[in-house]
Antibody, heavy 130, light 109 residues
Framework: EVQLVESGGGLVQPGGSLRLSCAAS????????MSWVRQAPGKGLEWVAN????????YYVDSVKGRFTISRDNAKNSLYLQMNSLRAEDTAVYFC???????????????????????WGRGTTVTVSS | EVALTQSPGTVSLSPGERATLSCWAS???????LAWYQQKPGQAPRLLIY???NRATGIPDRFSGSASGTDFTLTISRVEPEDFAFYYC??????????FGQGTKVEIK
């Protein structure tokens, strides 16, 4: 069964740090981009960051740049999010998700491409409060 | 920077009725990178539609998606009791890399 399980959430004071983990199983983890997406209480979904299969490319939403770091360990089938200088507005449920970038090539040209997130974990809760 | 606006914010329907949810992009985007997700309270999002109109594996055919320029639509032909939830559109591939709409709540009338 394809599965993502997040852990590491908790209560932390403003300015503190936390490291989230996401354990992947049931698929070849090293073959996929991976993302973190968060949801503040009563709010919608917000993409946080994603990382390429080999870790060579990483992208972040502006609000976390310089504070959060996404990483992965393909040998351990694990995704991480190191969160530093946490703020009250970082309070949210954090989901990890598998990115799909389905590209079909025909005679060397891109025939079709689809980007989306097809597998999600159940999330881990981060609360930033004094 | 792409922004997605969903409407309505809330729609109240009876089981068996048709639901039409809209998602408008602030600039021209490729429909290949537009997806729809369903989320129930306390649960993870679930992929419904990718590439604007392709149903994900296991999604009932009462769910369909369409695109017209910068306007994207998710239609539930006959709402079932298990369909009452939040629905989000998503664009993947521009700056910021991934954007979600603010969501539409489908509630029981």
């Amino acid at each position: 069964e394809v599965q993502l399980v997040e852990s590491g959430g908790g209560l932390v004071q403003p300015g503190g740090s936390l490291r989230l983990s996401c354990a992947a199983s049931g698929f070849t983890f090293s073959s996929f981009w991976m993302s973190w997406v968060r949801q503040a209480p009563g709010k919608g979904l917000e993409w946080v960051a994603n990382i390429k299969q080999d870790g060579s490319e990483k992208y972040y939403v502006d609000s976390v740049k310089g504070r959060f770091t996404i990483s992965r360990d393909n040998a351990k089938n694990s995704l991480y999010l190191q969160m530093n200088s946490l703020r009250a507005e970082d309070t949210a449920v954090y989901f990890c998700a598998r990115d799909r970038r389905d590209i079909t090539m025909v005679r060397g040209f891109v025939y079709s491409s689809y980007y989306y997130m097809d597998v999600w974990g159940r999330g881990t809760t981060v609360t930033v409060s004094s | 920077e792409v922004a997605l606006t969903q409407s309505p914010g809330t729609v109240s329907l009876s089981p068996g009725e048709r639901a039409t949810l809209s998602c408008w992009a602030s600039q021209s985007v490729s429909s290949s990178y537009l997806a729809w997700y369903q989320q129930k309270p306390g649960q993870a999002p679930r992929l419904l539609i990718y590439g604007a109109s392709n149903r994900a594996t296991g999604i009932p055919d009462r769910f369909s998606g369409s695109a017209s320029g910068t306007d994207f639509t998710l239609t539930i032909s006959r709402v079932e009791p298990e369909d009452f939830a939040f629905y989000y559109c998503q664009h993947y591939g521009d700056s910021p890399l991934v954007t979600f709409g603010q969501g539409t709540k489908v509630e029981i009338k």
